[in-house]
Protein backbone atom coordinates (compact mmCIF):
# COMPACT_ATOMS: atom_id res chain seq x y z
CA UNK A 1 0.00 0.00 0.00
CA UNK A 2 1.32 3.90 -0.95
CA UNK A 3 2.69 5.18 2.46
CA UNK A 4 1.65 8.60 3.49
CA UNK A 5 2.85 12.09 3.73
CA UNK A 6 6.37 11.00 2.10
CA UNK A 7 7.54 13.32 -0.50
CA UNK A 8 9.65 11.36 -3.36
CA UNK A 9 13.77 12.13 -4.03
CA UNK A 10 15.19 13.11 -7.29
CA UNK A 11 12.20 14.60 -8.58
CA UNK A 12 11.57 14.49 -12.27
CA UNK A 13 11.81 17.90 -13.08
CA UNK A 14 15.33 17.75 -11.24
CA UNK A 15 17.52 19.38 -14.76
CA UNK A 16 20.55 16.90 -14.00
CA UNK A 17 18.41 13.95 -14.21
CA UNK A 18 16.63 14.78 -16.99
CA UNK A 19 19.74 15.52 -19.12
CA UNK A 20 20.70 12.07 -18.13
CA UNK A 21 20.34 9.16 -20.79
CA UNK A 22 19.68 4.85 -20.23
CA UNK A 23 20.82 2.25 -22.54
CA UNK A 24 18.07 -0.81 -21.77
CA UNK A 25 18.23 -4.02 -23.55
CA UNK A 26 15.56 -6.75 -23.38
CA UNK A 27 17.20 -10.06 -24.52
CA UNK A 28 17.08 -13.87 -24.83
CA UNK A 29 20.06 -15.90 -25.24
CA UNK A 30 20.19 -19.42 -27.11
CA UNK A 31 19.74 -22.30 -24.72
CA UNK A 32 22.82 -24.23 -25.79
CA UNK A 33 25.13 -20.95 -25.19
CA UNK A 34 23.54 -19.66 -22.17
CA UNK A 35 26.02 -20.22 -19.44
CA UNK A 36 28.61 -18.98 -22.27
CA UNK A 37 26.45 -16.09 -22.59
CA UNK A 38 26.27 -14.82 -19.27
CA UNK A 39 29.95 -15.59 -18.91
CA UNK A 40 30.86 -13.20 -21.72
CA UNK A 41 28.94 -10.68 -19.90
CA UNK A 42 29.94 -10.72 -17.03
CA UNK A 43 33.52 -11.01 -17.34
CA UNK A 44 33.86 -8.88 -20.86
CA UNK A 45 30.94 -6.98 -22.23
CA UNK A 46 29.29 -5.12 -18.79
CA UNK A 47 33.00 -4.01 -17.76
CA UNK A 48 33.90 -3.31 -21.49
CA UNK A 49 30.93 -0.96 -21.55
CA UNK A 50 30.51 0.34 -18.49
CA UNK A 51 34.61 1.67 -19.20
CA UNK A 52 33.52 4.42 -22.13
CA UNK A 53 32.88 7.57 -21.58
CA UNK A 54 29.46 8.68 -20.19
CA UNK A 55 28.52 5.98 -18.82
CA UNK A 56 27.87 6.30 -15.42
CA UNK A 57 26.84 2.18 -14.30
CA UNK A 58 25.51 -0.96 -15.61
CA UNK A 59 23.84 -4.11 -14.22
CA UNK A 60 22.03 -7.11 -15.75
CA UNK A 61 19.05 -8.78 -14.78
CA UNK A 62 17.40 -12.23 -15.17
CA UNK A 63 13.27 -12.61 -15.59
CA UNK A 64 11.57 -13.85 -12.60
CA UNK A 65 8.28 -13.08 -14.54
CA UNK A 66 7.71 -12.27 -18.80
CA UNK A 67 9.86 -12.23 -21.30
CA UNK A 68 12.61 -12.22 -22.93
CA UNK A 69 14.90 -13.63 -19.92
CA UNK A 70 17.83 -10.62 -19.51
CA UNK A 71 17.54 -7.12 -18.81
CA UNK A 72 20.78 -4.58 -19.32
CA UNK A 73 20.02 -1.49 -18.31
CA UNK A 74 23.34 1.18 -18.29
CA UNK A 75 22.60 5.26 -16.84
CA UNK A 76 24.65 7.46 -19.15
CA UNK A 77 25.39 11.23 -18.32
CA UNK A 78 23.15 11.65 -21.33
CA UNK A 79 22.08 9.94 -24.70
CA UNK A 80 24.97 11.58 -26.47
CA UNK A 81 27.25 8.96 -24.64
CA UNK A 82 26.15 6.21 -27.16
CA UNK A 83 27.31 8.30 -29.89
CA UNK A 84 30.80 9.14 -29.23
CA UNK A 85 33.62 7.56 -31.34
CA UNK A 86 34.60 5.98 -28.20
CA UNK A 87 31.65 4.09 -28.25
CA UNK A 88 30.84 4.43 -32.14
CA UNK A 89 34.34 2.80 -32.57
CA UNK A 90 33.51 -0.49 -30.41
CA UNK A 91 30.47 -1.28 -32.06
CA UNK A 92 32.43 -1.31 -35.45
CA UNK A 93 35.20 -3.49 -33.64
CA UNK A 94 34.11 -6.26 -31.59
CA UNK A 95 36.35 -8.78 -29.89
CA UNK A 96 36.60 -12.33 -31.26
CA UNK A 97 34.79 -13.34 -27.84
CA UNK A 98 32.04 -11.04 -28.85
CA UNK A 99 31.56 -12.17 -32.42
CA UNK A 100 31.09 -15.81 -31.25
CA UNK A 101 28.22 -14.43 -28.48
CA UNK A 102 26.37 -12.10 -30.09
CA UNK A 103 24.65 -14.69 -32.47
CA UNK A 104 23.35 -15.76 -29.68
CA UNK A 105 21.68 -12.92 -28.98
CA UNK A 106 17.25 -13.45 -30.18
CA UNK A 107 13.84 -11.30 -29.07
CA UNK A 108 15.95 -8.40 -28.81
CA UNK A 109 15.26 -5.17 -27.90
CA UNK A 110 17.81 -1.82 -27.32
CA UNK A 111 16.65 1.85 -26.92
CA UNK A 112 18.05 4.70 -25.69
CA UNK A 113 16.60 6.60 -23.72
CA UNK A 114 16.15 10.38 -22.34
CA UNK A 115 14.68 10.45 -18.61
CA UNK A 116 11.01 12.25 -18.20
CA UNK A 117 10.89 11.52 -14.75
CA UNK A 118 12.77 9.43 -12.10
CA UNK A 119 11.62 9.33 -8.37
CA UNK A 120 13.98 7.75 -5.85
CA UNK A 121 17.75 6.89 -6.35
CA UNK A 122 19.87 3.50 -6.23
CA UNK A 123 19.82 -0.03 -7.92
CA UNK A 124 16.85 -2.03 -6.49
CA UNK A 125 17.36 -5.88 -6.57
CA UNK A 126 14.31 -6.62 -8.39
CA UNK A 127 12.57 -4.34 -11.65
CA UNK A 128 9.40 -3.98 -13.47
CA UNK A 129 9.61 -2.83 -16.85
CA UNK A 130 6.91 -1.99 -18.63
CA UNK A 131 6.75 -1.04 -22.62
CA UNK A 132 4.77 -0.85 -25.63
CA UNK A 133 4.50 -4.53 -27.76
CA UNK A 134 5.34 -2.92 -30.93
CA UNK A 135 6.94 0.30 -32.09
CA UNK A 136 3.88 2.61 -30.98
CA UNK A 137 4.17 5.80 -29.56
CA UNK A 138 2.19 6.96 -26.11
CA UNK A 139 -0.61 9.27 -26.43
CA UNK A 140 0.22 12.54 -25.69
CA UNK A 141 -1.76 12.99 -22.34
CA UNK A 142 0.47 9.23 -21.64
CA UNK A 143 3.39 11.15 -19.66
CA UNK A 144 1.25 13.45 -18.06
CA UNK A 145 -0.76 11.15 -16.01
CA UNK A 146 2.33 8.87 -15.64
CA UNK A 147 4.66 11.99 -13.86
CA UNK A 148 1.16 13.53 -12.46
CA UNK A 149 -0.37 10.73 -10.99
CA UNK A 150 1.13 7.06 -11.79
CA UNK A 151 4.19 7.68 -10.68
CA UNK A 152 4.25 9.82 -7.79
CA UNK A 153 1.73 7.11 -6.61
CA UNK A 154 3.81 4.00 -7.03
CA UNK A 155 6.95 6.02 -5.59
CA UNK A 156 4.57 5.55 -2.18
CA UNK A 157 4.25 1.85 -1.78
CA UNK A 158 6.33 -0.40 0.59
CA UNK A 159 9.39 -1.78 -0.81
CA UNK A 160 9.40 0.65 -4.23
CA UNK A 161 12.59 2.42 -4.21
CA UNK A 162 12.66 3.90 -7.43
CA UNK A 163 10.33 4.31 -10.54
CA UNK A 164 11.48 6.39 -13.64
CA UNK A 165 9.52 6.90 -17.32
CA UNK A 166 11.71 6.84 -19.76
CA UNK A 167 11.04 8.02 -24.00
CA UNK A 168 13.55 7.58 -26.53
CA UNK A 169 14.74 11.37 -28.10
CA UNK A 170 14.21 12.35 -31.66
CA UNK A 171 16.96 12.77 -34.02
CA UNK A 172 18.12 16.05 -34.85
CA UNK A 173 20.46 18.79 -34.52
CA UNK A 174 23.14 18.08 -31.25
CA UNK A 175 21.77 14.29 -31.18
CA UNK A 176 22.96 11.62 -33.05
CA UNK A 177 21.40 8.54 -34.29
CA UNK A 178 22.33 5.93 -32.19
CA UNK A 179 21.01 2.66 -33.79
CA UNK A 180 23.21 0.17 -33.74
CA UNK A 181 21.74 -2.66 -36.09
CA UNK A 182 23.62 -0.66 -38.58
CA UNK A 183 27.19 -1.31 -37.74
CA UNK A 184 29.92 -4.15 -37.29
CA UNK A 185 28.51 -5.42 -33.94
CA UNK A 186 24.54 -5.38 -34.97
CA UNK A 187 25.16 -7.16 -37.86
CA UNK A 188 26.28 -9.91 -36.19
CA UNK A 189 22.88 -10.51 -34.52
CA UNK A 190 20.13 -12.60 -36.63
CA UNK A 191 17.53 -10.28 -36.63
CA UNK A 192 17.19 -6.71 -36.88
CA UNK A 193 16.81 -4.79 -33.47
CA UNK A 194 13.49 -3.76 -32.19
CA UNK A 195 13.12 -0.64 -30.30
CA UNK A 196 10.79 0.50 -27.26
CA UNK A 197 9.69 4.00 -27.99
CA UNK A 198 9.48 4.37 -23.99
CA UNK A 199 9.62 2.30 -20.94
CA UNK A 200 8.76 2.40 -17.56
CA UNK A 201 11.04 0.98 -14.81
CA UNK A 202 9.79 0.55 -10.80
CA UNK A 203 12.45 -0.36 -8.69
CA UNK A 204 11.70 -2.31 -5.71
CA UNK A 205 13.43 -4.80 -2.31
CA UNK A 206 11.02 -7.80 -3.23
CA UNK A 207 9.06 -8.98 -6.29
CA UNK A 208 5.70 -9.80 -4.02
CA UNK A 209 6.10 -5.67 -2.87
CA UNK A 210 6.61 -5.16 -6.26
CA UNK A 211 3.64 -6.95 -8.05
CA UNK A 212 1.41 -5.26 -4.96
CA UNK A 213 2.74 -1.65 -5.93
CA UNK A 214 1.34 -2.48 -9.71
CA UNK A 215 -1.97 -3.97 -8.86
CA UNK A 216 -2.51 -1.12 -6.15
CA UNK A 217 -1.93 2.33 -8.37
CA UNK A 218 -1.33 0.79 -11.85
CA UNK A 219 -2.77 -2.28 -12.72
CA UNK A 220 -2.44 -3.64 -16.52
CA UNK A 221 -6.32 -2.11 -17.34
CA UNK A 222 -5.59 1.17 -16.36
CA UNK A 223 -1.84 1.31 -17.45
CA UNK A 224 -3.54 -0.13 -21.57
CA UNK A 225 -6.00 2.41 -21.63
CA UNK A 226 -3.81 5.32 -20.60
CA UNK A 227 -0.91 3.91 -23.17
CA UNK A 228 -3.51 3.22 -25.96
CA UNK A 229 -2.61 -0.15 -26.11
CA UNK A 230 -1.63 -3.81 -24.99
CA UNK A 231 2.10 -3.99 -23.10
CA UNK A 232 5.14 -6.05 -22.51
CA UNK A 233 5.62 -6.35 -18.42
CA UNK A 234 8.24 -8.32 -17.17
CA UNK A 235 9.82 -8.37 -13.68
CA UNK A 236 13.94 -9.34 -13.24
CA UNK A 237 16.21 -9.96 -10.21
CA UNK A 238 19.52 -8.30 -10.18
CA UNK A 239 22.53 -10.81 -11.24
CA UNK A 240 25.57 -7.81 -11.57
CA UNK A 241 25.98 -4.73 -11.34
CA UNK A 242 29.15 -2.18 -12.41
Not at 65 to 83: F, I, K, M, N, V
Not at 153 to 176: F, M, R
Not at 191 to 214: E, F, K, Q
Amino acid sequence: MPRQNETPTNPGNDTNTREMGVLAVWTDARAENDAAFNDWYNRDHLPERTGHPGFLNGRRYKAISGSPRYLALYDTESPAALSTKTYRDALENPSAWTRRIMPSFHNFTRSIFQIETRIGTGQAGVVATIRPTNDRSAPVTFGTWLTQTALPSLAKCDGVVSVEYLTTPPVGPGNSDTSADRTTEGALRTVPDSIAPWAIIIGATGPSLLRAALNSTTPRGTLRKHAGGSLKIGTYRLLYAL
